[in-house]
Each structure stands twice: as structure tokens, then as C-alpha cells.
């Protein structure tokens, strides 16, 4: 596994037991930043009838797309190019658009092209699902929260633990209804929206 993420291993299988009860049979999944590919080839995986389709940023992406070459079940298709820089996404018709710790890392600039382009891909019905830590309030939930957005801010300023009532608000104002905001194990969230157009 090329650039394995202890992260992403240790936080796939909660993950995944909130992903089983939410993704319909069927789902056509665009996962946006998937890193490594850890998220993508377990959830495919323990999804048979699902198709992930992964993407990443053009400098992430021949890592991403040898991992899933190499390890992927038949449900996930080859990593495409999506750079949230860039208003082009490569699909146009997915019943869930997944992003998990994204938001954080990009820009609030990119975080909200997040929310917009994924209103415009999904069909009448899909959903949304971010995973990450977020703020209440302003508040962080924990001290080791406040820190890490510290730590994030280091390194890019533009970046940090974003509050749920902004993203509440853009995924609002791209035609989004809230559904569901489930704690996750280490100070983590899992937000669901469904595409009301
Ligand atoms: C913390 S990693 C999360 C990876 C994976 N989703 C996970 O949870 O293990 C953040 C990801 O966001 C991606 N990313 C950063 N800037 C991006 C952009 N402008 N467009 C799309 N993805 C971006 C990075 O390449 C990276 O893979």
C-alpha cells in the first residue's frame, strides 16, 4: 500500500458501519480527496453491490490509482482528476458524493466548492456525507481538537477544523437538507445531507 495511512485504517471501520446503513444497494459513490484509497477498496469491498468511483488532485493521484490497480475489487473504478480548484468534476450523475477530512485541509474557499459541486452532480434525492472533526458554535468539542487546528493552521493558514453551522449553511444555500450529524469515535463526525432538487 503506497503512502498507507494508519489513520485511514483505523478510522474505516467505524466509518464503515455508518456508510452500511446510509448508502442505498446500488449507490454510484464519488468520493472527492480519497488519499491512499484505504476508504475506497474497504468499503468497496464490504459493498459488493456498490460502485466507488475515487478521485484525487493531479499530484496525489498515480499513488491513488496504482493502489486501486493493485488492491481494488471490481466496484471501484479508476481514479479520476478532481482538484477543487478547478469547478470540473468528472461525473455527473452519483447518488453520493463522500468526502472524509477534507474540509479541514482545504481552503473555506474550496470547502464550500466541495458542498456546491457536489449539489450539481448528485441526482434528486443523493446525499452528502463528510467525515471530520467540526466546531459547535465556534467551539471546539475537545481540547485535542483546538490543537489540531492549531497544528493545521501551522502549516497552511487557509486550512482548519470548519463549523458545522458554515457548512450547514452552504450545503443549505447548493439545495441540501440536513439529515443527520453522528459522533464518531476521536472527536470525529459524520454529516449527512440529502440533494432536495
Ligand atoms: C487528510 S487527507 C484525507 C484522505 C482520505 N480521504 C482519508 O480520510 O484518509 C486530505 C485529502 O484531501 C486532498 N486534497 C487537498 N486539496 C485538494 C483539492 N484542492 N481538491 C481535491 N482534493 C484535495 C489531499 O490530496 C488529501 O488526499
Not at 474497504?42 to 493493485?70: K, V
Not at 459547535?136 to 470548519?162: C, E, H, I, M
Amino acid at each position: 500500500m503506497e503512502g498507507f495511512s494508519q489513520a485511514a485504517e483505523n478510522n474505516k471501520a467505524p466509518i464503515f458501519a455508518v456508510l452500511e446503513d446510509w448508502l442505498e444497494p446500488g449507490a454510484r459513490v464519488l468520493e472527492v480527496g480519497s488519499g491512499t484509497g484505504q476508504h475506497a477498496l474497504h468499503f468497496a469491498a464490504s459493498l459488493p453491490g456498490i460502485c466507488w468511483q475515487p478521485t484525487e488532485r493531479a499530484e496525489t493521484l498515480p499513488g491513488l490509482r496504482r493502489n486501486i490497480l493493485t488492491y481494488a475489487t471490481a466496484n471501484v473504478l479508476t481514479p479520476l482528476d478532481l482538484d477543487l480548484a478547478t469547478d470540473s468534476w468528472p461525473e455527473d450523475a452519483a447518488d453520493c458524493v463522500y468526502a472524509a477530512n477534507v474540509l479541514h485541509i482545504v481552503s473555506a474557499e474550496l470547502g464550500a466548492k466541495l458542498i456546491s459541486g457536489a449539489a450539481q452532480v448528485l441526482v434528486p434525492g443523493g446525499v452528502l456525507i463528510l467525515y471530520g472533526p467540526y466546531k459547535y458554535r465556534g467551539q471546539f468539542t475537545t481540547p485535542s481538537n483546538a490543537d489540531f487546528d492549531q497544528w493545521l493552521k501551522a502549516r497552511d493558514q487557509s486550512s482548519g477544523v470548519r463549523d458545522f453551522e458554515w457548512v450547514c449553511k452552504r450545503a443549505r444555500e447548493a439545495g441540501f437538507d440536513f439529515v443527520e450529524d453522528r459522533p464518531m469515535p476521536a472527536n470525529n463526525q459524520m454529516l449527512k445531507f440529502r440533494c432536495a432538487l
